[in-house]
């Protein structure tokens, strides 16, 4: 899951298609706890930080930027967001660990999950393409095994398998003895 989000984009002037919000989608527990965080760091004096150092504002001129850019939730539990100042034009990236809280314990499968988001971090920074296609499989392979993994812990229900038509059940000569 890339979590990227899809961007949504309403079909009227070009104007308001770079001016459309971006819609991202996080599960329901990370949503509670990083309201509980925003609500903890609104509650805080401002006037204790220098202007760059403010969670939401321009790393150059201090101004509030609203919301990110682009925001990404990796596989491996971390939120990347893109920021821009609309004044300055600057441009900054922050990031959040929400698998460092102590509040939530890894499952077997989450810990692959987690070794698949890393391939697909070094995938992105791999120097050439044979990089990035082994990096591409060794992540596919580890979400193979989360997959393997939630469904030996009951976590998924296990494939159905097509039944046979009846074509398929036509016996086959056996050589040998016959009777």
Same mark, same amino acid.
């Given at each position: 899951? #890339?979590? $990227?989000?899809?961007?949504?984009?309403?079909?009227?002037?070009?104007?308001?298609?770079?001016? %459309?919000?971006?819609?991202? @989608?996080?599960?329901?527990?990370?949503?509670?706890?990083?309201?509980?965080?925003?609500?903890?760091? %609104?509650?805080?004096?401002?006037?204790?930080?220098?202007?760059?150092?403010?969670?939401?504002?321009?790393?150059?001129?201090?101004?509030?930027?609203?919301?990110?850019?682009? %925001? #990404?939730?990796?596989?491996?539990?971390?939120?990347?967001?893109?920021?821009?100042?609309?004044?300055?034009?600057? @441009?900054?990236?922050?990031?959040?660990?929400? #698998?460092?809280?102590?509040?939530?314990?890894?499952?077997?499968?989450?810990?692959?999950?987690?070794?698949?988001?890393?391939?697909? #971090?070094?995938?992105?920074? $791999? $120097?050439?393409?044979?990089?990035?296609?082994?990096?591409? @499989?060794?992540?596919?392979?580890?979400? $193979?095994?989360?997959?393997?993994?939630?469904?030996?812990?009951?976590?998924?229900?296990?494939?159905?398998?097509?039944?046979?038509?009846?074509?398929?059940?036509?016996?086959?000569?056996?050589?040998?003895?016959?009777?």
């Amino acid at each position: 899951m #890339t979590g $990227a989000g899809d961007r949504e984009t309403l079909p009227r002037s070009r104007h308001n298609r770079r001016r %459309a919000l971006n819609v991202i @989608s996080y599960p329901l527990h990370l949503c509670r706890k990083f309201d509980r965080r925003w609500s903890a760091k %609104a509650v805080q004096d401002e006037t204790q930080q220098s202007p760059s150092q403010r969670p939401n504002g321009c790393t150059a001129c201090g101004r509030i930027v609203a919301a990110p850019l682009h %925001a #990404t939730y990796l596989p491996t539990g971390n939120f990347v967001n893109q920021w821009r100042c609309p004044v300055c034009k600057n @441009s900054w990236q922050t990031s959040a660990d929400a #698998t460092s809280s102590t509040d939530i314990q890894l499952s077997q499968s989450e810990h692959l999950r987690q070794n698949a988001g890393h391939c697909l #971090t070094l995938e992105d920074t $791999a $120097a050439n393409d044979a990089a990035r296609k082994q990096f591409r @499989s060794m992540g596919d392979a580890w979400l $193979a095994l989360a997959e393997t993994q939630e469904w030996l812990d009951g976590a998924t229900p296990p494939v159905s398998r097509p039944q046979p038509q009846s074509a398929d059940l036509i016996p086959m000569p056996t050589q040998g003895r016959s009777s």
